[in-house]
């Protein structure tokens, strides 16, 4: 049986037109009339401001005001008359006490004492029935009753004169003992709640600690970003004219490259995965068509830069700026990373969808969990097609030595893996790579050898 060529329609490595390399099945459109969630929260918060505004609610405010100042006030009304025999009474009380006459201190104090009960008992019921509801009254009343309960049980049942007699007879000295182991564990139940309050006051630092490293993740990421727009902003006006056009001189390649390498080495993954897809997509690793004699790339006709990928010229060369990188679960759909050194590399769990590996070093790297759907490993067909050389030039017609390395290669559980690239990587991945092939390498060769 006959394997298929990885790229039937492209024999030579020709440019592709724009629109055919858009990802049609992330596509996604949303209807003119469709209302955001800005504006039903806009449309809540109005309808809320004209129901306080409306007639209806404001008759209720004040309503509700009135009750509220009407309860406010206690309703203790006191007559002049009152006040004025409580005065007299306390005046008679006064003059008594400098007589030292017990007759005229008693009926003052008498007269004093009823007619301030007489004033204050209203307040202090207005008081009980704001402050105290019914079952608080209720719950009081039934405590009371409780204590008075176990007061007369005591009383009268004997128990109190049983207690007495004990008491009379216990050695109050040899007690002293037990008083003393009482305050011991009373000691030791301090020293519990010492324990305790500490543990308590650990728990809190460290929240408050967990809660200071999630903050500090989250500047991190704020100030990475930041990091990562401003290198947008400068390769850009670095690599293009004023009208737009790409115009790298090897001085400004040669800068853009320094610039790729320095923010690598100060981003995460997934950073470095933002990156790599900024500059794939802007054609900035892609192997440019270049004029002869002055080096400037040329429009392929249809809207974009010719593509060559024999002797082509790449605004900045990864080389070994991946060698070793954590991308692991990362997005990296559509990049072109033709002839990267990913040495080392960690790319488990990435979702690989249309990216170029042609030519790129991925030996030793760690695939495994990746999304292989519609990776390109090599050119040409893969009976011909063979890893790529020290020595000998890329064919892209036939694929010889245009294939990406993929010795001792982790492919462990990679998802969607077309047969040609299964057939290639059995083929050209050595046993160690044969063994993590997802379906098997039966009835494969091994032309690597080892």
Request: glycine share 8%; hydrophobic share 40%.
């Amino acid at each position: 049986m006959t394997i298929e060529p990885n790229s039937p329609n492209l024999p030579t490595p020709e440019s592709t037109p724009e629109h055919d390399l858009q990802p049609d099945d992330f596509d996604g459109a949303t209807g003119e009339n469709q209302l955001t969630s800005e504006a039903i929260a806009a449309q809540q918060a109005l309808s809320a401001i004209s129901s306080l505004q409306s007639p209806q609610y404001t008759a209720e405010l004040q309503q509700a005001r009135s009750s509220f100042e009407s309860r406010s006030k206690p309703p203790v009304i006191v007559k002049p008359r009152a006040l004025l025999i409580t005065l007299i009474g306390m005046a008679i009380t006064i003059i008594g006490i400098a007589l030292n006459s017990w007759i005229i201190g008693l009926v003052g104090t008498v007269m004093t004492l009823l007619l301030s009960l007489v004033i204050l008992v209203p307040w202090l019921l207005y008081v009980i029935d704001e402050w105290f509801t019914s079952q608080d009254k209720t719950l009081f009343i039934a405590f009371l009753g409780l204590v008075v309960a176990l007061s007369g049980f005591v009383k009268f049942s004997g128990l109190g004169d049983r207690l007495l007699d004990w008491g009379r007879k216990v050695n109050w000295e040899a007690s002293g003992t037990l008083a003393e182991w009482f305050g011991a564990l009373g000691q030791i139940a301090i020293a519990i709640i010492a324990v305790y309050v500490a543990w308590r006051q650990y728990i809190i630092s460290k929240d408050l600690t967990i809660q200071q490293n999630l903050l500090t993740v989250q500047q991190n990421i704020i100030t990475q970003q930041q990091t990562i727009d401003s290198y947008f902003q400068g390769v850009s006006d670095l690599v293009l004219d004023e009208q737009g056009l790409l115009e790298d001189w090897p001085q400004e390649r040669a800068i853009a490259e320094g610039r790729t390498a320095a923010i690598f080495s100060s981003v995460d993954g997934s950073g470095k995965a933002k990156i790599l897809r900024f500059l794939s997509r802007s054609k900035l690793l892609t192997p440019l068509k270049r004029d002869r004699h002055l080096g400037r790339a040329i429009l392929n006709g249809v809207g974009g830069y010719a593509e060559d990928r024999l002797e082509g010229v790449r605004v900045i060369d990864l080389g070994v700026m991946l060698a070793g990188a954590d991308l692991s679960h990362t997005d990296l759909r559509w990049t072109d990373l033709t002839e990267a050194n990913l040495v080392r590399a960690n790319l488990s769990g990435c979702d690989l969808v249309k990216a170029n590996f042609s030519r790129t070093i991925l030996y030793s790297a760690d695939l495994s969990g990746a999304d292989f759907n519609g990776v390109r490993l090599f050119y040409g067909s893969v009976e011909k097609a063979s890893p790529r050389s020290r020595t000998e030039p890329p064919d892209y017609q036939t694929g010889e030595h245009t294939g990406a390395v993929v010795e001792n290669a982790n492919f462990s559980d990679v998802q969607r893996m077309s047969e040609v690239n299964r057939y290639y990587c059995c083929a050209w991945g050595g046993e160690k790579t044969r063994a993590t092939v997802p379906g098997g390498c039966e009835g494969i060769p091994n032309l690597l050898g080892r």
